[in-house]
Structure formats: C-alpha cells, structure tokens
C-alpha cells in the first residue's frame, strides 16, 4: 500500500525548502508545564493565523474530529561503552533486527573491526561487530545477562537530537505522556505539548482518540543529500494501526468528520495503510513513503507538529498540506516573533 506521489514531477529543488532560522530559536529544553508552549493556529484555507498558547488546541478542536496520536515509545538508544583497549566507543541503537542483533550508528566506527567487542557498564551488556553495511551502519550483536530492556533502560540516554546541546535533566520530557509500547530512537515531538489533563478535556468534548505506531528513526535527522529533492531515498520505519484505530477513522470518513494527525509521523503512518480506496486499513509493516507538495492525502484533513528543519523532508510534507508558500510566510512570521523551533520548540496547528 506504498503510496508515491503521482503528479508527474520531475525536479523539485532542495534549495527551495531552505529559509534562515537564528540559532536563539532552537528550542534547547522542554516547557513547564508541557501545555504551556505557545501554538501557532493556520487556517490553510483562508489563509489567516492566530498566536495562542497550546492548551488553546482545545476551542480548535470539535465534536466528533478525531485525534490520531503515534504512541510509539523512545528507547534510551545512546550507549557509551569502551573497547578491550580502553577506547570508548559510542553507539547509538537505530533499528532491531533479530532478538540480540541492532542496526547502529557507531561514532569512530573505523576503530571498530569485526567481531572486536564493546563492553557497557562493566560487563553488564556487550556488543560484538558482525557486520558493516554500505550506508555505513553497523550490524552488532549483543550479549547479556537478564532483561535487554531493563539493561538499556539503567546504562543508555535518551537520544536527544543534535541540535540539542543543553543536558536534559528528566528523560520523561522526550516522551509523550500516553507512550505505550515501541523501540523508536527519536520522539514524536507533536505529542510532547499534551498533558494527561488535556486528553482528559478532549475527550469531554466529543473528540475521539486514537493510537497508531511508528517506530522514529534516526533518518528523522538526517539531511537531504540530492539537490533534486526527487532522488531522495526516504528512511525505513516500522508502523502498525490498529483495529480499532482504523474502524474509527473509516467511520469518521464516511460521515464527512475530521481525522487530525498529530505529527509527521501519524500522518506518514495513516497515508502508508490507506488502500486505493481511499480506506485505512489495520495492518503493519514497514513504509518509506515521501510526502511532497503535489501528494493527494488520503485520510489526513489537519495536522498538529513542530516547527521543522530548513531543508528537511518534514518541511516539505508541510508544504503538501498546506499550500508550500504560504506555508514558508508562516514561518517568517513565526521567526519575526519569536517562536522556539525543532523537538522542544512550539507547535502549529494547521488546518
């Protein structure tokens, strides 16, 4: 059920995707409390925005839309262990592949041959290199005694993106406050802005929620190499909808209701299980599906996300909802007043 984009376009340029940002508005830690940031209200339609606060979301939001959230769950993927030599050596967990067998990012890789060994926390968890893959990535296998998630859980860190340069005090903060289940190496950060108290008056109002999974990757950050934005290959991630999920949502179609993703990742996740009918089916697997302008959404009427990176592939997924320059006048004006950008930065809503 891969979806392409079917407009016949043949170059798009990456350096139509760029715009200036100052580094002061990179968000560099969470807001107190987490509904506090501030939200930036677009009405793609009429063309008008609204300053707000996030809790605000809730006069946007009416009887009867539903919210579809990723409650995928960040693992503490950063792990820093030390060669037999000494030499630390750091890893960073991208993507399960067999019970004890990783896909991983290992800074001074060179250093590592095969099979050489890395041990975290005394000897509590190692890791053996088995094989290096073309992109780069290395393929290791781990060994240990007792739970591998427990483990992880006492000797890694959260793995805050890499423009985030300030400590984070309380790991809780790069995960939603409804995270159920998953292995993702990086947040749905649209979700960081809810409070169970939020939910709480959503759901009072008539709005149903409901739960899809994507598990982020570390493709989240990474840039987009070709200036034909076309020959760009998107990152693999794993998805599941489930039952219910999709039973709500083709009803809600069907009777002309709202479906509102918040983040990137719920939208990727609903246009990678609808069928070419048009109907969102519960399945699970794995989706490379771009999102350009151009893309005829399936399911998607509104979306709740961060603000996103010069040039990312995320910046233009939001120029497909909306129409891509307007879209770039709404980030000048949320540059002009000073919102807080990326993972820990303020929210939009467009709709």
Known sequence: M???????????????YDYYLPKELIGQTPTMPRDHS???????????IEHKKFYDILNYLNEGDVLVRNSTKVIPARLIGKKESGAVMEV??????????????VRRA???KLDQIIIFGDGKLKATLKEVKEDGNRILEFTFNGIFEEIIHELGQMPLPPYITEKLEDGDRYQ???AQKGESVAAPTAGLHFTDELFEKIVKKGVEVVDVYLEVGLGTFRPVQTENVLEHK???????????TAEVVNRAKIEGRRIIAVG??????????????????????????FIYPGYDFKIVDALITNFHLPKST????VSALSEKDFMFSVYEKAVKEKYKFFSFGDAMFIY
């Open 314 to 317: 995320l910046l233009m997924l």
């Open 38 to 48: 501030r939200l930036l209200v677009v009405d793609k339609i009429k063309k008008e």
């Open 234 to 244: 998107m990152h693999s991630e794993t998805f599941e909808v489930p039952k219910k």
């Open 92 to 105: 960073f967990l991208l993507k399960r592949l067999e019970l004890n067998r990783w896909e991983c990012l």
């Open 176 to 178: 939603t406050v409804y």
């Open 110 to 112: 060179k250093k590592l």
């Open 264 to 289: 990137t990742t719920s939208i990727r996740t609903l246009e990678s299980a609808t069928d070419n009918s048009g109907k969102l089916v519960a399945t699970s697997g794995d989706t490379e599906i």
């Open 2 to 16: 891969e979806k392409k984009n079917n407009v016949g376009q043949e170059k798009i340029l990456l350096s139509d």
